[in-house]
């Protein structure tokens, strides 16, 4: 009785936090998504939308319906710092009647009127549209003064420009209406119009146009979207492109059910670039087409789940501030990652490649299926991620996949994993005022590589059935991370695994494992005698022992890996279980074939574990171990085990127990041996970091002429056009003596040339720019040329960004005033410019900014896009390499004790990097 009791208390506690309306907060907090997610369902909303020619302004209406089970209705109403005089909203109606509304926090609160059932408001608004930081941009090109709008709403912002519940769980069904409208009439914009569904109707007159777009399905404000302007719209036929699929994924439920996959069909793709750029994207537009239906068709034979949307539209925007945002149904990717501004590399061919498969993944993994929370954003990113390099290693077959995961995804992953501004894969965020603090190489590195492993863990099969599973079950709904954990343990059936994967996802940090060879302990049972007796013998035989470093040698943390052993010319490779005991595995040739213990067994040469790199964490080689690949490395034919073992040397150095001028040297000694671009690029950049940040300067000017020779040699004479400009890119980076600036100079005027190169514009304005922050007498001469024959919007963008490289402390004041004063400048233009800006070669000029650009923190979290104070930290702390720098960020930590959480883990790992430079510098230098 008492239990009943206890239960139905239980009950009514629930249903009371239901029913009461939580505190009106600003932002979005939890707790009134949660209350909201259980009163309100069935949304619908139509928007009719009226855009003009350089309107500060977007006008419409809406029409927002529900099913209300609460005394109230709340919805967000954001209006943004600075612009509150343009947002406005009028004329409100609720169930056919004019209606008050009381606007508190953000929030518009309905109350009279309100019904128990089906409620209907309409309303008009008024909303910014801002050349930078909003979320309705306006982007006008100076080549043709062609005017592009578009919208960009996540994680939620899309209550900055209309009244709407902005929250991932409350999906919605979108209907849109846009209208072209002129000052005058016949002046209204000729412009194609893009949204996530296929156009229903569209009507032009002399007055203006109108488009309307069918009915989405149930998707989340942060997916919905729609661009403007003087698109040119590309439609790729014959037998290399998409086709019209003869499916129709709306099914009489109008839900969009999951159909089981038996012929795969293409989906109908457009894709829309600006006008000025057309000719230039005609010689990527088949290989562009290519890719996303290629990604499409993979991706709908893993899930067995036909393209969830009717059609797939790509959408190139201009200084886009991301690399993509997987709208659904109409992706919009940044325009450089698909039209390359420099001639292109494997490494460039690849990040084009990973931008469209991991937007077209999201298309499931995110839009049919999205996180509940934006605590559970890795669901998201993370599947992306690790569905893009899936599909990589099927459509792109000639890379090696997984190797340039290893560069790409696991080295950032570490470098933040390792800091004190770490966080665990799932991040607590109580208000999505917050939400943009998730973004980062957590959820886009690291639970990519979780899953990795958690696919080697589960076997590829099991792993393939359990997301399949979770899809269909929770299409065009929400999801926790925790319904996909439950299909994993559906298929792997064994006691542990939730504990297991709730120990990956909400512990932060990473191992350090190292490796040495212990003694372990083996016993022998001889076979029973016929009297019924028996006997065993026991011997301490050599044990691979892998020692975790702490929290994780004490908990349900666990890891399947691989692991190589080198026997003089022979290898061996065997699976190991890397938990809290130490003694991982025996080591190989401890029996022969009988399995008899053989007493006079070899010690292996080298012990590489985390071989093919299923695992996660810092594998530190024990001091044989790294010998033998200091000395081998370059007779390894193992591309991927080589690049694993250049990687282990660096956490080597990262972790002050290799000096950084041995690794640089073992670097120039052996380039010639990679002929991948994906590890020379990746081996160039660590020389660099060494050479700006770990070393003296008296080993800066032992070793540059050393390099500078090797690289002026290879971007020459190398035997590849991607590996000349590889190596061409490291010496722009690198260079510094009066030669190297000679040789760069001659390379701008055409007196030298790299075969087969040919210059474009960003690698004209990267050259000045280096010579800017270089000193050089030439540069402000070769820069005013420039400026005068250059003359395209990236090449004003360039100019400015190059400009910021001048060495005076008048142009560093200029500039800092520029980035937080002048609210005109577009993002991407500052976050091209903060870089050379903070060049470390400026760090005296630039200390004194140290400091204003961490108190700007808050500022700048409010205000501008996701990554933008990534990125703003990288530079302004990466542009310091001394103990004084260092000393000013931990003040600045210890003033303000206040700060935002997520501001403070973001500088504590951003600062992680000149940590290790001056411990490094002490060890090896000081």
């Known amino acids: 009785m008492l239990l009943r009791l206890s239960v139905f208390t239980l009950f009514l506690a629930a249903m ?40 500060p302004t977007l006008k419409g209406t809406i029409e927002i319906s529900l099913k209300n089970n609460a005394d109230q209705i709340v919805l967000d109403w954001r209006k943004i710092r600075g612009k509150e005089d343009l947002s406005k909203v009028e004329n409100v109606f609720i169930n056919g009647k004019s209606a008050k509304f009381e606007e508190t926090n953000e929030h518009l609160v309905f109350k009279d009127g309100v019904v128990k059932g089906e409620n209907v408001i309409k309303l008009d608004f008024t909303s910014p549209i801002l050349t930078s930081g909003g979320a309705i941009t306006r982007y006008v090109d100076k080549e043709d003064n062609a ?51 296929e156009k229903s109707f569209s009507f032009q007159s002399t007055w203006g146009a109108m488009i309307s777009f069918k009915e989405t399905e149930p998707i989340s404000t942060y997916v919905f979207a729609f661009a403007a302007g003087d698109f040119a719209e590309i439609d790729c036929r014959g037998e290399a492109c998409p086709r019209p699929s003869t499916s129709n994924n709306d099914n009489a439920s109008g839900q969009g059910q999951a159909q089981p996959l038996q012929n795969s069909s293409d989906v109908p793709t457009k894709i829309y670039v600006r006008k000025s750029q057309s000719e230039k994207f005609k010689q990527h537009a088949l290989e562009t087409f290519r890719l996303n239906r290629e990604a499409v068709k993979y991706l709908e034979s893993y899930f067995d789940y036909k393209f969830p949307f009717p059609k797939y539209d790509l959408v190139l925007i201009p200084e886009f501030p991301f690399g993509g945002m997987e709208h659904a149904g109409a992706t919009f990717l940044r325009e450089d990652r698909i039209i ?16 469209i498969f991991h937007e077209a993944a999201h298309q499931w993994f995110g839009d049919t299926v999205t996180m509940r929370w934006f605590d559970d954003l890795w669901l998201k990113e993370g599947f992306a991620e690790f569905m893009a390099y899936k599909t990589l290693e099927k459509v792109m077959p000639e890379y090696n996949a997984w190797k340039i995961f290893y560069e790409r995804n696991k080295q950032a992953a570490y470098l933040t994993d390792s800091t004190k501004g770490t966080t665990p894969i799932y991040q607590e965020i109580p208000n999505l005022a917050s939400a943009k603090s998730a973004y980062g190489n957590i959820v886009y590195r690291k639970a990519p590589s979780f899953l990795k492993q958690a696919e080697f863990y589960l076997g590829a099969d099991k792993f393939q059935t359990a997301v399949r599973a979770f899809l269909k079950k929770h299409q065009f709904k929400n999801a926790e991370w925790k319904d996909l954990v439950n299909e994993f343990n559906k298929v792997y059936d064994r006691r542990g695994l939730p504990e297991w994967a709730e120990y990956w996802v909400k512990q932060k940090g990473m191992p350090i494992i190292r490796t040495s060879i212990t003694e372990g302990h ?97 594998f530190l080689l024990d001091e044989k171990s790294r010998d033998y690949v200091q000395k ?131 690698d004209r304005f990267d050259i000045v720019t280096k010579l800017l922050i270089l000193g050089d007498k030439d540069a402000p001469s070769l820069l005013a040329e420039l400026e005068t024959t250059e003359t395209t919007d990236e090449a004003k963008r360039y100019a400015y960004a190059a400009k910021a490289g001048i060495a005076t402390t008048e142009n560093k004041a200029k500039f800092w005033s520029s980035f937080v004063n002048d609210k005109t400048i577009s993002e991407s233009w500052i976050e091209s410019a903060f870089v050379p800006f903070n060049s470390v070669r400026h760090s005296e000029l630039t200390f004194p900014y140290l ?59 951003t600062v992680d990097g000149l940590e290790r430079a001056v411990k490094i510098r002490k060890k090896f230098v000081d």
């Open 340 to 355: 390359f501004p420099t001639e292109p590399t494997k490494n460039d061919f690849v990040t084009r490649a990973n931008v």
């Open 632 to 762: 081998n490395i370059q007779n390894e034919k193992d591309d991927f085990l080589r690049t694993m073992m250049w990687g282990s040397l660096w956490d080597s150095v990262r972790e002050t127990e290799f000096a950084p001028k041995d690794y640089v040297e073992l670097v120039v000694k052996n380039i010639s041996v990679d002929s991948d671009e994906s590890t020379i690029q990746t081996l160039l950049n660590r020389v660099s970091t060494a050479m700006n940040y770990y070393l003296s300067e008296a080993q800066g000017k032992e070793l540059t002429p050393k390099i500078e020779a090797v690289l002026i040699d290879k971007m020459q004479n190398a035997p590849t056009l991607g590996q000349r400009i590889t190596f061409n890119r490291a010496f722009l980076n690198i260079a510094s003596s009066e030669k190297a600036r000679t040789i760069l100079k001659d390379i701008l005027n055409g007196k030298s040339q790299i075969k087969d190169l040919k210059l474009k514009t960003k």
């Open 16 to 55: 009371n936090i239901f029913a009461q309306t939580p505190t009106i907060e600003t932002g979005v907090p939890q707790t009134l998504a949660k209350w909201r997610a259980a009163n309100y369902s069935d949304v619908r909303y139509k928007l009719n939308l009226t855009l003009e020619k350089m309107s």
């Open 522 to 618: 083996y016993e022998k049972s001889n076979p029973v005698a016929a009297d019924g007796s028996w006997s065993s013998s026991s011997w301490m035989v050599s044990a691979l022992g892998l020692t975790l470093s702490e929290p994780f040698e004490d908990s349900p943390w666990a890891l399947r890996i691989k692991t190589l052993y080198k026997y003089g010319t022979e290898t061996e490779v065997q699976e190991n279980f890397v938990s809290g005991n130490p003694y991982t595995d025996y080591l190989p040739r401890l029996f022969d074939k009988n399995k008899n213990y053989d007493r006079n067994h070899p010690l292996p040469d080298l012990i590489f574990p985390n071989y093919q790199d299923y695992g996660y964490g810092i």
């Open 851 to 909: 400091e204003k650009s961490l108190a700007e923190l808050p500022n700048l979290k409010q205000n501008r896009k996701i990554f933008f104070v990534n990125g703003w930290l990288a530079a302004f702390v990466g542009g310091q390499r001394s103990e004084q720098a260092l000393a000013v960020v931990n003040k600045f930590l210890a003033n303000n004790p206040n700060l935002d959480k997520d501001l403070r883990l973001k500088i504590l790992e």
């Open 147 to 197: 005017e592009y709008v578009y919208s960009l709403f996540v994680p939620s912002d899309a209550s900055t420009t209309f009244p709407v519940f902005d929250q991932p769980d409350l999906k919605a069904r979108f209907t849109l209406t846009v209208n072209l409208r002129g000052k005058n009439r016949r002046d209204y914009p000729r412009w194609k119009v893009v949204s996530n569904t």
